[in-house]
């Protein structure tokens, strides 16, 4: 069914966790995205061994030295110039300029490791056990100029026992991210979400 399937590129930075997950989710032959791309913006990025071990196209674009705009551009050039028509950010460590952001509005969306709007940022499961909250979790949104604010499509909710220490939260909200993301972009490439305002209306 690859031809009617949606050219996702997953963007990286390191070890490419909720990429594997994407891949082995887009392998369906009902599944309506296909991961056609895999860039980061750091070489020795581990998430492209994974992309080549699965035959999937690789690309790096070095942010190293180079200003925000300027990678931006070239990746903008990169991403249209392969027919990409969707964007997942997997643990992409960059912040993206605003122009880049509104081009892709809509089609481009990212998983953050807390329920968003609470516990924004860096060092989430460290700051989610010292606040002495009785849950988190994690949320995949549409990516917004400003950080991890965009119109949330979907979350999961993780339990923080009194005992819990970062590692462990950590390791059980990984666990739901990567079920949650390639859930998220299905309802996405399928084209049944509605963005209206901060809220996100999910078509049957």
Same mark, same amino acid.
């Given at each position: 069914?690859?031809?009617?399937?949606?050219?996702?590129?997953?963007?990286?930075?390191?070890?490419?966790?909720?990429?594997?997950?994407?891949?082995?989710?887009?392998?369906?032959?009902?599944?309506?995205?296909?991961?056609?791309?895999?860039?980061?913006?750091?070489?020795?990025?581990?998430g492209l061994e994974i992309a080549r071990a699965a035959?999937?196209?690789?690309?790096?674009?070095?942010?190293?030295?180079?200003?925000?705009?300027?990678f931006d551009t070239e990746m903008d050039a990169a991403?249209?110039?392969?027919?990409?028509?969707?964007?997942?950010?997997?643990?992409?460590?960059?912040?993206?300029?605003?122009?880049?952001?509104?081009?892709?509005?809509?089609?481009?969306?990212?998983?953050?490791?807390? &329920?968003? /709007?609470?516990?924004?940022?860096?060092?989430?499961?460290? %700051?989610? +056990?010292?606040? !002495?909250? @009785?849950?988190?979790?994690?949320?995949?949104?549409?990516?917004?100029?400003?950080?991890?604010?965009?119109?949330?499509?979907?979350?999961?909710?993780?339990?923080?026992?009194?005992?819990?220490?970062?590692d462990n939260v950590a390791e059980a909200v990984l666990?739901?991210?990567?079920? &949650?993301? /390639?859930?998220?972009?299905?309802?996405?490439?399928?084209? %049944?979400? +509605?963005?209206? !305002?901060? @809220?996100?209306?999910?078509?049957?």
């Amino acid at each position: 069914m690859t031809a009617g399937k949606r050219a996702v590129a997953v963007l990286i930075s390191g070890r490419g966790s909720n990429l594997r997950a994407l891949i082995a989710a887009a392998a369906a032959d009902d599944y309506p995205a296909r991961i056609a791309l895999v860039l980061s913006n750091k070489p020795e990025a581990e998430g492209l061994e994974i992309a080549r071990a699965a035959g999937i196209a690789t690309l790096v674009i070095e942010s190293r030295g180079k200003a925000r705009a300027e990678f931006d551009t070239e990746m903008d050039a990169a991403l249209k110039a392969r027919g990409i028509e969707l964007i997942c950010l997997a643990g992409f460590m960059r912040l993206l300029t605003t122009e880049f952001v509104q081009a892709w509005y809509g089609r481009m969306i990212n998983i953050h490791p807390s &329920l968003l /709007p609470a516990f924004k940022g860096t060092d989430v499961h460290a %700051r989610v +056990v010292a606040s !002495g909250v @009785r849950f988190t979790g994690c949320s995949v949104h549409f990516v917004s100029p400003e950080m991890d604010e965009g119109p949330i499509i979907a979350q999961a909710v993780v339990p923080v026992p009194p005992d819990a220490t970062a590692d462990n939260v950590a390791e059980a909200v990984l666990e739901q991210e990567h079920t &949650l993301y /390639p859930q998220a972009l299905r309802l996405l490439a399928e084209g %049944r979400l +509605v963005i209206e !305002g901060q @809220r996100v209306r999910i078509r049957p």
